[in-house]
C-alpha cells in the first residue's frame, strides 16, 4: 500500500443461531458505503469457491461422524483459502471486510461446545489465522431458545441443517463460549444484545464501530442504516 492509503479494517459478527448476523452486516455494509469506503461482505465457512463447498459439505453433516477435530479440521482449511482468497487481498488494497463467522466460531462451536482442548484449537488458529485478526468482533448475543425459533422461521431448507439440529444444551454452551470470548478480549470484542429488535441492534452496532472505529462511522456521516 502507500503511505497515503487507508488500512484496510477487519470485522467480524459472531453468534448462535438466529442471532441476526446476515441481516446486520448487510446493515452495518450499507452504512458504511455511505462513507466511500470499499467494503466487502463475506461469511464463514465459505465466501471462497473452494471454501464454499467445504461448506456444503459441513452443514450437511459429513465430518459430523468423524468427530469436532475433524470438523475444525475443515473449517481451518476453508478458511485458510478463504483469507488467501479474499480477506488479505481485499485488506491489503484498504477495503473494509464484514464477516459473517471468523475464528471465534471454531473457538465455540468445535472447542468449547464440542469437547476440544482450547490448546488445540488455538495452535490452529495460530497456524491458520496468523497476523490476520480482526480490528473488532460483535458478538450477537441471544438466548439460543429465541436463535432456534428464529432460525426454524426464516429456514428455506426442509430441516435444520447439521449445527440448529445440536441440542439445547449445546446452544447454551456455545451462548456461554461466546460471552466468555468477549469477558476475555473486551479490546476487541463488543457484546450486542440481540434479542432486542433489529432497528435497535443496528443502532448498538453502529454506536460499537463509532467508538472503537470513528475513523470508519461519526454521527452524522452517511445515513442511517
Do not use: W
Not at 487507508?6 to 438466529?18: D, K, R
Not at 469436532?68 to 484498504?94: C, K, V
Amino acid at each position: 500500500m502507500s503511505g497515503t492509503a487507508q488500512p484496510g479494517v477487519f470485522i467480524t459478527v459472531e453468534g448462535g443461531e438466529g442471532a441476526g448476523k446476515s441481516t446486520q452486516i448487510a446493515r452495518l455494509a450499507e452504512r458504511l458505503r455511505a462513507g466511500d469506503r470499499e467494503v466487502i461482505t463475506t461469511r464463514e465457512p465459505g465466501g471462497s469457491p473452494r471454501a464454499e463447498q467445504i461448506r456444503t459439505a459441513l452443514l450437511a453433516g459429513a465430518a459430523k461422524d468423524h468427530g469436532p477435530f475433524a470438523e475444525a479440521l475443515l473449517f481451518s482449511a476453508a478458511r485458510l483459502d478463504h483469507l488467501n482468497t479474499l480477506i488479505r487481498p481485499a485488506l491489503a488494497r484498504g477495503a473494509v471486510v464484514l464477516c459473517d463467522r471468523f475464528a471465534d466460531s471454531t473457538r465455540a462451536y468445535q472447542g468449547a461446545a464440542g469437547g476440544i482442548d482450547p490448546q488445540e484449537v488455538a495452535a490452529l488458529e495460530r497456524v491458520v489465522v496468523g497476523p490476520t485478526r480482526p480490528d473488532l468482533t460483535l458478538i450477537l448475543d441471544l438466548p439460543p431458545e429465541l436463535g432456534l425459533a428464529r432460525a426454524r422461521r426464516r429456514a428455506s431448507s426442509p430441516g435444520p441443517d447439521r449445527f440448529e439440529a445440536e441440542t439445547l444444551s449445546f446452544h447454551q454452551r456455545l451462548r456461554e463460549a461466546f460471552r466468555a470470548i468477549a469477558a476475555q478480549e473486551p479490546e476487541r470484542c463488543v457484546l450486542i444484545d440481540a434479542a432486542a429488535d433489529p432497528d435497535a441492534v443496528a443502532s448498538a452496532i453502529r454506536a460499537a464501530v463509532a467508538g472503537r472505529l470513528p475513523q470508519l462511522l461519526r454521527e452524522g456521516h452517511g445515513h442511517a442504516a
